[in-house]
């Protein structure tokens, strides 16, 4: 996930931030997770320097309003980032990176995670650093470090010297004394020396593995349990090591960690080192494991263990996160992967936690292809674009993937179980319907189904759910897979452990992984180099396009547009990428996006670009003033070759999504049946229109839009369980925008889920929002005062005023019906405060003290009179 996209949102005008990483502050004992961000700003006179920002974050890091700004660090010549020993731990290749960053002022020290984001990070906080932009900080390791600019050319500290490699007979009982470690073989294939020619040698490598590779089958322990927010009370032994051969691999999923408002609006949770610990206990005594990465996102957590003697050959780590939740941000549903090459085999494991109730099987199919489409992992090439799931040579999915069974009553399905006809049951089981139907998982496997449903149980016992709500038995919890030269072995569910309403399920495989022969590798890479050295001379490259000029037609607000074009290449091998033109940040407009935007082309080669056009809140209020247009010219830069250019052209629909409330207010008829020209000059008319006195046609009280969703909330969904907290569906989101901006609301057919959705979509679209930004600072220093709260928001403009209080009413109806929609005052706080109270455009991002600030005032008006 690109978390620089969260920072520059918070960034003034002039700034930009070049990439971000992910850490762990430490200081004494404590640890505290900070995002770390590279911006650069321009100097009045012309110039530009650096700064390190530092921010608090949630989990989710996708926009402005996940983090808060912590420290500003300026990259002047006293700034000096050096790479640490931690005290009393041993180093091994592959554990995650501590540096100390240090300044005249101050001195912290941060642990990155091991990967290519974290060199790339590294190697570009190194250019930063004056006089520093031909440093390549990046040692034999793989692990990048600016040293002081000062000392270049004397004699390295020790503390900076190449780390020798510890020998296997060092690295001791890891697991057991919780101590972190992967692979001390991983600096080889991760060593950044991506020239044209070392792209070539990997390219004909790949296409020549079986030459020098082998098959050797390892065991793969797979295990996926949903703990109901419950802590371990268990010995995990009996899931994950009673009765099996010691595995080679583990690879084990948790859903729903914890289900604590603080786990899901923040990320913080003990439960993640309780089950760490839990599970580290359980592993098989027979063997030494090394923790590689533990990955997690709110209650969705994987951990990936190898035995001790596998650590050398693990590499190329990367873990990622995507949440499906509320308005596509929320972790509460979504999916966590560790990818890894072990050997010479490329493995992605994921595991996901996808939308619940039986009805919803649309909405699970939809959750499954976002985890599919936005899972992206960094390649350590960073000229190649990133790896996507379906990119590796062994997929295994596991975990709560919800699906049920249909059409069946409760008593019919128990029935079937108690007489173990678990074929007849399976046939009504919505995965297998739904696999059937290609709609998911196409080209997985999954293995027969011989254990009863793993859910739902009273807690603490193997008794069927007898709560009022009283659901009906299913096999929620399933691990699939999909590769080559996979067996399993088993697949099974564990009754004995009842700490949870669902039962653990385990499978185990022998997975031939492609070992490589070092004799066979050598001579290979030498016949590979011998036939390049005649190529050294070759022609510039030079490459034909399918196409040039690309037309984008009706564009739509949150609607993915999408046209492709083919770079077909001639006889001299090559980089291409998109690349910036003179006074611009970036390749291309903001609504665009070119996939892959850069790669690497063989002789006689060819590469499909998408170019993705999508139109959402940062983008849409300018299109629809006239302010931009869906105009834009491509650059296609050739490594020593010529630029090719690409036209961009077409029209944007406007919608209500990204128009202004008293722009809205004026516009007595659907959007969609106005002039451009009248949707222009109403997008830019000035905010305190109508309050100034100017005699205007005559406004509504508030914008219809907004009427027509609350209206329908409040007719069909006062007691929707879950309400503001479970997605809806993205086509029936569009249904809903085109029936608001046709104004055919009388078409509206969606779910109350998706209504709720689209309301809160609405909101967040606002440029200006409902509580206006010259407000912010008086209404966080009100917050606990409620006269004075009442007096900042009658200061308001008198479209805005009406809006807030029109939503206040609103959701004071949802808490009269509290017992059957579970909402209280503080998840629609949480919820709403984010929404109708931001920070000021172009200002900082504000810690989180002041955004509980912003959710105490709205949490006045939720429980007084308005």
Known sequence: MDQ??????????????????????????????????????????????????????????????????????????????????????????GSDVTVQLDTAELSLV??????????????????????????????????????????????????????????????????RSSTITVSDKAHILSMQKFGLRDTIVKSHLLQKEEDYTYIQNFRFFV??????????KECLRLWLSNGIQAPDVYCVGFQELDLSKEAFFFHDTPKEEE?????????????????????????????????????????????????????????????VAIRFQFHNTSICIVNSHLAAHIEEYERRNQDYKDICSRMQFCQPDPSLPPLTISNHDVILWLGDLNYRIEELDVEKVKKLIEEKDFQTLYAYDQLKIQVAAKTVFEGF??????????????????????????????????????????????????????TSDHKPVSSVFDIGVRVINDELYRKTLEEIVRSLDKM???????????????????????????????????????????????????????????????????????????????????????????????EDILVLHLDRGKDYFLSVSGNYLPSCFGSPIHTLCYMREPILDLPLET??????????????????????????????????????????????????????????????????IDNLSASNHSVAEALLLFLESLPEPVICYSTYHNCLECSGNYTASKQVISTLPTFHKNVFHYL???????????????????????????LLLRNPAGHQKLDMTEKKKAQEFIHQFLCNPL
């Open 110 to 175: 941060f642990q990155l995670p091991f990967g290519s984001q974290t060199r790339m990070f590294l190697h570009e906080v190194a250019r930063a650093c004056p006089g520093g932009s031909n440093f390549d900080g990046l040692r034999p390791n793989g692990k990048g470090v600016p040293v002081d600019q000062s000392s270049r050319g004397q004699d390295k500290p020790e503390s900076l010297q190449p780390r020798q490699n510890k020998s296997r007979s060092e690295i001791t009982d890891m697991v």
């Open 808 to 834: 206040m009413a609103f959701l004071q109806e949802l808490l009269k019906n509290s017992a059957k929609n579970h909402l209280d005052e503080n998840i629609l706080a949480s919820i709403f405060g984010s």
């Open 536 to 630: 050294e001379n070759a022609n510039i490259p030079s490459v034909s396009l399918s196409k040039r000029e690309f037309c984008f037609q009706n564009v739509k607000y949150m609607q993915l547009k999408v046209e492709s074009f083919t770079i077909h290449n001639g006889q001299v091998p090559c980089h291409f990428e998109f690349i910036n033109k003179p006074d611009e940040e970036s390749y291309c407009k903001q609504w665009l996006n070119a996939n892959p935007s850069r790669g690497f082309l063989l002789p006689d080669s060819d590469i499909e670009i998408d170019l993705e056009l999508f139109i959402n809140k940062t983008t849409a209020t300018k299109l629809n003033s006239g302010e931009d247009k869906i």
């Open 4 to 93: 620089s996209v969260a920072i520059q949102e918070t960034l003034a005008e002039g700034e930009y931030c070049v990439i971000a990483v992910q850490g762990v502050l430490c200081e004494g004992d404590s640890r505290q997770s900070r995002l770390l961000g590279l911006v650069r700003y321009r100097l009045e006179h012309g110039g530009q320097e650096h700064a390190l920002f530092l921010y608090t974050h949630r989990r989710m890091a996708i926009t402005g309003d996940d983090v808060s700004l912590d420290q500003i660090v300026p990259v002047s010549r006293d700034f000096t980032l050096e790479e640490v020993s931690p005290d009393g731990e041993f180093y091994i290749i």
């Open 275 to 335: 089950w760490f610990k839990a599970v580290s206990e359980g592993l098989h005594l027979d063997a030494k494991y090394a923790k590689v990465k533990l990955i997690r996102l709110v209650g969705i957590m994987l951990l990936l263990y190898v035995r001790q003697e596998h650590a050398a050959y693990i590499s190329e780590v990367e873990a990622e996160t995507v949440g499906t939740g509320i308005m596509g941000r929320m972790g509460n549903k979504g999916g």
């Open 223 to 232: 295990g996926t349990y949903n703990v109901n927010g419950q802590s371990p």
């Open 679 to 744: 949707i222009s000059e109403l997008t830019l008319m000035p905010i305190w229109t109508g309050d100034d006195g100017s005699q205007l046609e005559s406004p509504m009280e508030i914008p219809k839009e907004l009427w027509m969703m609350v209206d329908y909330l409040y007719r069909n969904a006062v007691q929707q369980e879950d309400l503001f907290q479970q997605p809806g569906l993205r086509s029936e989101f569009e249904h809903i925008r085109d029936c608001l901006d046709t104004g055919m």
């Open 445 to 498: 496997t999954e293995g027969e189904l011989t254990f009863q449903p793993t859910y739902k149980y009273d807690t603490g016992s193997d008794d069927w759910d007898t709560s009022e709500k009283c659901r009906a038995p299913a096999w929620c919890d399933r691990i699939l897979w999909k590769g080559k030269n996979i067996t399993q072995l088993s697949y099974q569910s564990h009754m004995a452990l009842k």
